[in-house]
């Protein structure tokens, strides 16, 4: 029997494509990108476009197991244990269980075991010696924050803080919009003047590609901010590389030439922004010739950006994460929102910034996670803990200090900053940690029992995008593999072993998706479970009145279903105008404007160590450490390389190929120089990868500090010094 199933991608992209699943006699056969999607319109990325590979891996976890060896990365399954390549090759032996350190148990077994557990920890040490840890590995909204939330809340388990990777950006950005939206992908085509602003899109965001590729076919110039040399970069009319952590000294110095030479819109300023006379001082400082300094970029190219992106019309940023990932991050994003509103480029088709959209569509968030349960176990809220910290939190915190760890969703073993903490903490042998997960990764290393997960082939869910305007329904295609089980399965089964008797455990898949769509939110009027089954659904947005509005430069009235949400004001904020200036930041001990302060891990730094800039990025097609651990995937990538400026090597005597070491206070890592040019003098860049893929079992993350952004308390990934070396004789051997 053959047939065609509906669904959406998941992971940690702004996309969400609209997906066709080829299913024949109970297995999937195909994978497409659905052509009735409007924005992902029938295409995927090279990633998802191999997700048969991901799906029938035969390095899938199929069965609990039960940890009977020594912590650490000795214990990879990789070709053993009970994963499906062992059940391929003869199933479960002895053998095989005396390599990986695995014992296969049955859901029962493991069940009891985590119940048994939980319930001793919290009655010597209390329940928020308990801890979840998750991100971004699904972004259906129930897989990834429902019945897993419902549980650790009626648990009374400390809640985690899930700041890792966006939450400075989303900070900045509320401070001046007051709410995660903006531009929509299909306006792009009517840009003339794009800039990618951290924005690897066509690597990244490869569903707003051929929007941008329209607009340039239509005149368009596409700029690209960017410290790295990205493939949208390469592909730039214009690209400006940028030291890092400078982004707020650049956009400082942008409004400098905009408001000074009278280029900003005066009516909506006066109409629909608050402080902009804070702003107009402020600016004064920023000079184009000072900003240079900071940023690398000459004046005259600072001078040439503003006026551009002020008389080119219409204009749009396109913003993204890699931004907000220094010690300024928030401040960085907060600048950068500012642009559009003194422009006045929100008022046009094609206008304004888009980084996040994520805060249109309301699932009912509340609802579905029940933070109210926490009142059963504690009769207060829980204590929180923040995701970024967890090498500090597993070896310093102690009142209570955690004694269990459940990680779903997430490998941080490889993710989390300052590893060697984290690894240290992992290793504890009073540290219950339980990983459900769908391979054996980093994290599974340091595992008491795995639990096996589904894949978005394997369950069903629905979903919302940060990168368009539409919510869709993933159906579920396949059976689960074995004995795998998606998250909300795990959790309501954890739940009943935990004797916990509220309803809301006792939900079902199909009505927890009604919950999501019951939204008292106007945008969501008219989305259902039936209709979104059916195929992805556009959010009823508004639209904005007056027949003057014209796509700029076009002559003709712009269509009706464009969405411009701050057209005429209406921002999100307290004060309802866009916050120029925020009493709030005044309030939390920050420049009320905007400022640029440089991180304390740069070449600005008062008192620097060491002499070179690390990017700590992610690869292009490894989206985090997700596929990390596919060979399909991995041939897409050339991980271990460390990229260094021609001067910067040859100043260490380093060539071409050569070993190197890559060091700071916080621990080393060993990797092969690539002198190519993807990075300015003082600049070095490396990619995450598994530590257990890299020799000494080290990851970039050996690197990174668990020092915390102005706003949000996100990562610093990119603000980090170290110095390399070259890798002589024997030592150098791979």
Sequence with gaps: MKKVVRAACPHDCPDACGVLITVEDGRATKIQGDPEHPVTRGFLCAKVA??????????RVLYPMRRIGPKGPAAFAGDAGMSARATQEGGFTPRAASKSSWQRISWDEALDEIASRFRSIAAEFGSEAILPYSYGGTLGALNSASMDRRFFHRLGASQLDRTICSAAGEAGLKSVLGAKLGTEPEQFRHSKYIIAWASNIHANNVHLWPFIVEARRNGAKLVVIDPYRTRTAECADWYLPINPGTDAALALGMMQVI?????????????????????????????????????????????????????????????????????????????????????????????????????????NAGALKREDLMNTALLRSARTLNMVELGRILNEVDDPPVKALFVYGSNPAAVCPNHREVVRGLKRPDLFTVVHEQFFTDTTDYADIVLPAT????????????????????????????????????????????????????????????????????????????????????LKLPVVKGADLRLAGQGKAAAPAYFLPFANGGFRTSSGKAELYSEALKAQGLDPVADFIPPGESRHAEHRRLPLELLARKADNFLNSTFSNLPSIQEMEEPGLL??????????????????????????????????????????????????????????????????????????????LVEVEKISGAAAGD
């Excluded at 952004?709 to 990119?718: E, H, K, Q, V």
């Design 455 to 538: 894949t978005f082939f394997e369950h069903k869910d629905v979903q919302k995008a940060y990168g368009h305007y539409y919510v869709q329904v993933s159906n579920q295609a396949i059976e689960p593999l074995a004995e795998c089980r998606s998250n909300v399965d795990t959790f309501r089964a954890l739940a009943k072993r935990m004797g916990f008797q509220e309803p809301c455990f006792d939900e079902s898949v199909d009505d927890m998706i009604d919950l999501a769509l019951e939204s008292p939110d106007p945008w969501m009027e008219g989305m259902d479970r039936d209709r979104l089954e059916r195929g992805p659904a556009r």
């Design 643 to 720: 990229e260094i400026s021609k001067c910067d090597a040859q100043t260490r005597g380093i060539a071409e190929g050569d070993r190197v070491r890559v060091f700071n206070q916080r621990g080393d890592i060993l990797l092969k120089a690539r002198v190519d040019g993807k990075v300015q003098a003082g600049v070095v860049s490396a990619t995450l990868n598994w530590a257990k893929m890299t020799p000494g079992f080290q990851s970039i993350n050996s690197l990174t500090s668990e020092k915390l952004t102005d706003m949000g308390n996100s990562a610093t990934f990119y603000s980090v």
């Design 50 to 59: 191999k997700y048969l590979d991901r799906v029938y891996s035969p390095d």
């Design 259 to 363: 408001i000074g030479e009278q280029l900003y819109d005066a009516d909506y300023v006066s109409k629909y922004t608050l402080g902009f006379e804070q702003l107009r001082e402020k600016v004064k400082e920023y000079t184009p010739e000072g900003v240079a300094q900071w940023t690398g970029i000459a004046a005259e190219d600072v001078k040439m950006l503003a006026r551009e992106y002020a008389t080119v019309r219409p204009a749009v940023i396109r913003l993204n994460y890699g931004v907000q990932r220094s010690e300024g991050g928030g401040m960085a994003t907060r600048t950068v929102c500012m642009l559009p509103c003194i422009t006045g480029s929100w008022k046009e088709v094609g206008g304004g910034l888009q980084m996040s959209l994520s805060g249109a569509a309301d699932l």
